[in-house]
């Protein structure tokens, strides 16, 4: 029984020195960009790597926001994970409600068609969905980068289904008796307690928009439409060449910033599950 103890313990500890050790190597990036962007262009290149300034340089940060205008890209990209977040949780939680508590003709069949369109690969429905865009008038807009999150994603509903499942029938027949339409148990009693799905939702939404560069990239095409994540990849093509690195990764930090936030304060929602009591499903 000893020895079991002892072996099991020193699982603990080389588990948790090999945790410790891959989140040095993943904090290392991170706090080499935080020290850059801190840094005149000169200091950059400095070795051994001199990890904390000698003196902090602030103005990397507020020419991004004078001489750069990043502000500017940085709202835009707000504006799109807002609305894709909006579009994203009306139309998927609802389909997903349907799929989870109604009953209709070939509903198991139009499920299994859903799930089979994840199987598509994004570079195959890309082009038609850029000819289509492209038709209407809406190339060199925001429109198609938000429009298509209001008529739902697979993934998105599938997992919102799932998470509906484990709500128990008699919440939903108790509020039946009580006179509740479907929509008002949609919102009222399926909603507030599926809010860690929801937030999951909320969380990979952001992160695709807020980290999106190829959509952008193809359909803002001028400068009031360019998201942040484009102009960060023109800043290190500017006329300032290499000294542009220190401007660059205080652009950098900024954008981490936002996920950063988003996480802490979804973490609570991200990871805990739903504990009913004293209801049988």
């Not at 000169?42 to 340089?57: A, D, L, Q």
């Not at 690195?245 to 979804?266: D, H, K, N």
């Amino acid at each position: 029984m000893i020895e079991n103890k002892k072996k099991i313990n020193w699982i603990k500890f080389l588990t948790y020195i090999l945790i410790i050790f891959g989140a040095v190597l993943m904090i290392i990036p991170l706090l080499w960009m935080i020290s850059s962007s801190l840094k005149t262009p000169t200091k950059i290149y400095e070795v051994p790597i001199r990890w904390i300034p000698e003196n902090f340089n602030f103005d990397n940060y507020t020419r991004l926001f004078t001489d750069y205008n990043f502000h500017k890209y940085l709202i835009n990209s707000l504006i799109l994970a807002a609305i894709n977040i909006a579009g994203n949780v009306l139309s998927c939680s609802l389909v997903a409600y349907g799929f989870a508590f109604l009953n209709f003709k070939y509903k198991k069949q139009i499920f299994a068609l859903l799930l089979a369109t994840m199987m598509l690969p994004g570079e195959v429905i890309f082009f038609p969905q850029f000819l289509l865009f492209n038709y209407i008038g809406w190339f060199g807009t925001l429109k198609p980068l938000w429009a298509q999150s209001f008529f739902g994603n697979a993934f998105y509903i599938f997992l919102l289904r799932q998470y509906f499942l484990t709500v128990p029938n008699a919440l939903l027949d108790a509020a039946r008796i009580d006179g509740c339409s479907e929509f008002n148990i949609y919102r009222k009693v399926v909603m507030p307690l599926a809010k860690p799905a929801i937030m999951v939702v909320v969380l990979y939404t952001f992160m695709n928009v807020w980290n999106d560069f190829f959509g952008p990239l193809i359909y803002c095409t001028s400068e009031e439409t360019r998201t942040a994540a484009v102009a960060l990849n023109y800043m290190k093509n500017t006329y300032e060449g290499t000294s542009s690195i220190p401007i660059t990764m205080a652009a950098s930090v900024v954008l981490v910033i936002p996920s950063i936030i988003i996480f802490y304060l979804g973490q609570r929602y991200y990871v805990q599950g739903i504990v009913f009591k004293g209801v049988d499903k």
